[in-house]
């Protein structure tokens, strides 16, 4: 495997949101999830999403991974705009060029790790190209519970299925939210160290929502959100340094 491809991507954008607004209600229970945000994920790069609760971190992904409506602005995946199509077209749209990985695993319980790995593709009627589903399933060190169903594997194998899963079909990018939430510390690094390796050695986009300053350390940038606008931005994090911040907005929210 090359890597030239990979740092030819890294120059272009995979998704794009430009003055996305999100409104919830209207009059006195009008709520602004989102308030004009614009942002770029980079091709080949790992981006964090972190804020508050309630900063609209998760909106902003689903609004971005076409999970959800927006209110006004666009939204662009690669060259397509999401705003201008039908629901069919979206679909095929979420099936096709982006991968998902969440909190809760959304795994089959009657079909083995590598059914579930392979589903997305067997629904779209797809073969998957096998030299990358056996790289995948190394990476993620799967190669000896294929034949095992989500009740015979731990949490962080669990979740080792569902990275797998969004990277099988090599989409332009992969969401996560939150997508350690669920597991113990050791687990959680091993996932996160697949979505670094993703992106590094395969020449994934990945976008995670996290709450965690040591899962947005593995990240090669972080977006920091509050009361619905981006208010900062962090390019080579370290947990330290992810701390620091979220601590000054804390700061600021209690001053204000």
């Known amino acids: 495997m090359t890597t030239a491809p990979i740092a030819d991507r890294s120059t272009d954008v995979a998704a794009r949101a430009t003055e996305l607004s999100k409104i919830y209600g209207q009059g006195e229970t009008k709520v602004v999830a989102l308030d004009r945000v614009t942002v770029d994920f980079p091709r080949g790069r790992f981006t964090a999403i972190m804020g508050p609760s309630g900063s609209g971190k998760s909106t902003l992904m689903h609004c971005v991974a076409g999970l959800d409506t927006f209110t ?19 679909t095929r749209l979420r099936r096709d060029k982006i991968g998902f990985i969440f909190q809760a695993f959304n795994l089959l319980p009657t079909l083995t790790a590598l059914e579930n ?56 990018i992969i969401f996560g939210d939150e997508p350690t939430g669920n597991l113990d510390s050791r687990s959680g690094a091993e996932v996160l160290g697949f979505l670094r ?3 590094r050695e395969l020449g994934q986009t990945v976008v ?49």
Do not use: C
């Open 117 to 172: 790995i392979t589903l997305p593709m067997d629904i779209a009627g797809r073969k998957p190209d096998r030299q990358w589903l056996d790289s995948v399933i190394g990476m993620v060190g799967l190669s000896g519970r294929l034949e095992h169903r989500p009740s015979q594997l731990s949490g962080g194998q669990q979740q080792r299925v569902a990275v797998a899963r969004a990277l099988a079909s090599q989409p332009e």
């Open 72 to 90: 006004s602005g666009s939204v662009r995946v690669g060259e397509t705009e999401l705003g201008s199509l039908k629901d069919r077209q979206l």
């Open 197 to 199: 390796n993703s992106v």
């Open 208 to 256: 995670m929502v996290t709450h965690d300053p040591v899962a947005a350390a593995y990240a090669d940038r972080v977006v920091f959100l509050a009361d619905g606008r981006i208010v900062d931005e962090l390019h080579g994090p370290t947990a330290d340094s992810v701390l620091d911040r979220m601590k000054r907005f804390d700061a600021k929210g209690r001053t204000s």
